[in-house]
């Protein structure tokens, strides 16, 4: 199935701002079940940017940096995509290894074969161990689980214990709270899970990208209301990286497309930057998923 995704993000000011940097990661990546087809590498940025420039950044996504030296209240970026989804099968998660032989390959000395995921089973600022997710983790995982049954289950709980609550949190909101109330967002059930498996000594990583949303039966389908999205990725040896999505307690399939990874939210943010001036402002992002 091919995608065209529209991704809008407008930005009100309540007083001028006189000149703002920001990097934007809005270009899906390339995998083995998603390909890249299209991008308008010129992203459309209103005002018109004095500066700009495109990178890859550590984790292997593209990153538009960019400057806007003119005064202004508002500003926007619109970046469009076509992407071609493969449906795939899920690995057998019986037949993943158990999960403490696998966090025993990421105890000191690490084998020079997984130094690459080694790097996801350290603390990040918005994913940290806890003795207090290590115990929440424990009916999952018990000795000897298959890893991927074990997440599995981790997942299911999420999606069972947590409660879904747009205005519950924001992108500041920390973990210790979002465990104490036990709402919150797919940025927080991310966070979440990935912290849970830190705590054991399981790599896991931050994954960003869209969710293609499907009317109510009988209803049309409304431009603009898909969503940006949110899930992780638990590293499992022979197979790599496995995605799961605890706000819809499922693994991702080619409805989810991938625009970034990293430690957290902080490595992969859509749209971020510093300004000067503005006063309080306003955002409004929307994000339409058409097959195309």
């Keep these: 199935m091919n995608y065209r995704i529209v991704h809008r993000t407008t930005y009100d000011y309540s007083e001028p701002v006189t000149v703002s940097h920001h990097a ?14 299209e991008f308008v ?14 990178r890859t950044d550590y984790f292997g996504n593209r990153v538009c940096f960019f400057s806007i030296q003119e005064l202004h209240q508002r500003f926007e970026v619109i970046a469009e995509s076509l992407v071609s989804m493969t449906e795939t099968t899920p690995p057998v998660a019986s037949l993943s290894p158990p999960w403490d032989q696998v966090a025993t390959l990421f105890s000191d000395p690490v084998s020079p074969a997984v130094a690459e995921p080694y790097q996801f089973v350290f603390d990040s600022p918005g994913a940290r161990a806890m003795q207090e997710l ?3 983790a424990q009916p999952s995982f018990a000795a000897g689980t298959p890893l991927l049954v074990a997440v599995a289950d981790l997942n299911r709980r999420i999606h069972a214990d947590f409660t879904y609550d747009p205005v519950a949190t924001t992108v500041a909101t920390p973990l210790e709270e979002v465990i104490a109330q036990r709402r919150g967002v797919c940025q927080d059930f991310a966070h979440l899970a990935i912290a849970t498996l830190r705590s054991l000594g399981v790599p896991a990583r931050y994954v960003s ?3 293609r949303t499907q009317p109510p039966a009988g209803k049309e389908r409304l431009v603009g209301a898909d969503a940006s999205h949110a899930w992780f990725s638990a590293f499992c040896p022979d197979l790599g990286w496995v995605d799961f999505d605890p706000t819809n307690n499922l693994q991702p399939g080619a409805e989810h497309i991938t625009v970034a990874y990293g430690r957290d939210y902080g490595d992969v943010s859509p749209i971020s ?13 929307s994000v339409d998923v058409a097959p195309a």
């Design 209 to 211: 990208g869209y969710l």
């Design 273 to 285: 930057g510093i300004l000067t001036g503005g006063g309080e402002h306003v955002v409004k992002v």
């Design 134 to 136: 290590a115990d929440y």
């Design 41 to 54: 590498s010129h992203i459309t940025i209103t005002p018109e940017p004095l500066v700009r420039k495109v």
């Design 24 to 37: 934007a990661r809005l270009k899906p990546r390339s995998l083995g079940h998603q390909q890249r087809l």
